[in-house]
């Protein structure tokens, strides 16, 4: 048997359903970003609130599919010696995050891809 669901609940439900965002649900009715994700989760559990669309895949020119993927999943693809260089090149360039290094990487082969 489930617990009754509370009046708290339904009211984080509506909130999400009129388009706030978990912190904005959070700040409104003075719970923890976590309370509020967890009553979500309940709620999209029980049918009470959609299921959010996924991101749309990055598509090229000719309409084929790829996976966007992760930043995490290039790094656990890379050697131990791999990870240590991108670390280094990355503070060498002063970046804040190995993200911002890999995104000047892409600009940057993009834009001489682009001059020839």
Request: glycine share 6%; proline share 4%.
């Amino acid at each position: 048997m489930t617990a009754p669901v509370t009046e708290e609940t339904k009211r984080v439900w509506q909130l999400k359903l009129e388009g706030l965002k978990n912190y904005e649900i959070a700040e409104i009715m003075g719970f923890t970003p976590d309370r509020v994700g967890r009553a979500i989760l309940r709620g999209r559990a029980k049918g009470e609130l959609p299921i959010p669309e996924r991101v749309q895949p990055v598509c090229d020119r000719r309409q084929t599919y790829i996976r966007r993927g992760t930043i995490s999943a290039v790094i656990e693809g890379l050697s131990e010696s791999q990870n240590y260089w991108l670390v280094d090149e990355a503070r060498k360039y002063k970046c804040d995050s190995l993200a911002e290094y890999i995104l000047e990487l892409v600009r940057d082969a993009y834009e001489v891809e682009n001059l020839e």
